[in-house]
C-alpha cells in the first residue's frame, strides 16, 4: 500500500465557514490529485498538480483551490463552505514508472450544514 | 471525448464462485494504461490491477485477471474464487497521459 493521507478524515461544519482539506504523502510522487466523490460512488477530477507550483483544473467545476508549495503536500480550500459542498473527497498522487499508478488517502468525508 | 463505461451498475456473486465484470472504453490513442481499483464500503480505494495496452499478454494478480480486447476497446475483470472480502465498488479507468479517466463502477455484492 501506497503512504498517503488525508486529514480531516470526517468534517461537520457550519455554511460560510473555511476549510482546509489536507493531503499529504510520503513516496516523492511529483503528481498529485483531488477527486470528488459524489453519493452514487461516481469520481470526478477537480483539481491536479504536475509537480511544486503547477496546479491544474479537473473536468469538474469546483468552487474550491489548492496549492502546491511542497512535493508531499497539496491542500485544498473552500473559502466559503456551503451544503452543495457535501462529499467525500478524495486524494492521489502518482509517480514515475508503474504506468503512473494513482495510489489514494482515504478520503475526507465533509458534510456542511 | 476519452470515456470509459462500466454497463453493470451492480453485481453479485456467490462464494467461491467466478464472476466478470464489463468495462469499455472509448480513446483513439494506441499507447495507455488501464486500471481496475476497488473501493469496500467506507474504506480507501486500492489498485488491484494495471494492464498496458501494448501488452498482449492479459494481467494477473492472484485470482484476479482481465481480458483486455484492444481492438474492441474492452477490458474485463474476471474474480476466481470469489471471497466475502471483495465486496466493494470496483472502477475501471483509463489513461492515455497522466489523468485518469474513471467508469462509472459496478457494485460487487458476495453472498456467503
Known amino acids: 500500500e501506497a503512504d498517503i493521507y488525508q486529514t480531516p478524515r470526517y468534517l461537520v461544519i457550519g455554511t460560510g465557514k473555511k476549510i482546509t482539506l489536507e493531503c499529504s504523502q510520503t513516496?516523492?510522487?511529483?503528481?498529485m490529485y483531488w477527486y470528488q466523490q459524489d453519493p452514487g460512488m461516481e469520481l470526478h477530477l477537480i483539481h491536479y498538480s504536475y509537480g511544486v507550483n503547477s496546479t491544474e483544473k479537473g473536468d469538474l467545476s469546483s468552487e474550491s483551490t489548492v496549492s502546491r508549495i511542497r512535493t508531499e503536500h497539496f491542500p485544498l480550500t473552500l473559502e466559503s463552505a456551503r451544503p452543495s459542498h457535501t462529499s467525500q473527497y478524495l486524494c492521489a498522487s502518482s509517480g514515475p514508472g508503474q504506468g503512473q499508478t494513482q495510489y489514494f488517502g482515504p478520503g475526507t468525508r465533509l458534510l456542511v450544514l | 471525448a476519452q470515456t470509459v463505461t462500466q454497463s453493470q451498475p451492480e453485481m453479485s456473486v456467490q462464494e467461491a464462485e467466478t464472476v466478470t465484470l464489463s468495462c469499455t472504453y472509448d480513446t483513439s490513442e494506441s499507447d495507455y494504461y488501464l486500471f481496475w481499483y476497488k473501493q469496500p464500503p467506507s474504506r480507501q480505494m486500492i489498485l488491484v490491477i494495471r494492464?498496458?495496452?501494448?501488452?498482449?499478454q492479459n494481467a494477473t494478480e492472484n485470482r484476479f485477471s482481465v481480458n483486455f480486447q484492444k481492438a474492441a476497446k474492452s477490458f474485463s475483470l474476471k474474480i476466481s474464487d470469489s471471497q466475502l472480502g471483495d465486496a466493494a465498488m470496483y472502477f475501471c479507468a483509463y489513461r492515455p497521459f497522466w489523468v485518469l479517466v474513471f467508469g462509472k463502477g459496478t457494485k460487487l455484492t458476495v453472498n456467503p
Open positions: 494492464q498496458e495496452a501494448y501488452k498482449q
Open positions: 513516496m516523492g510522487h511529483d503528481k
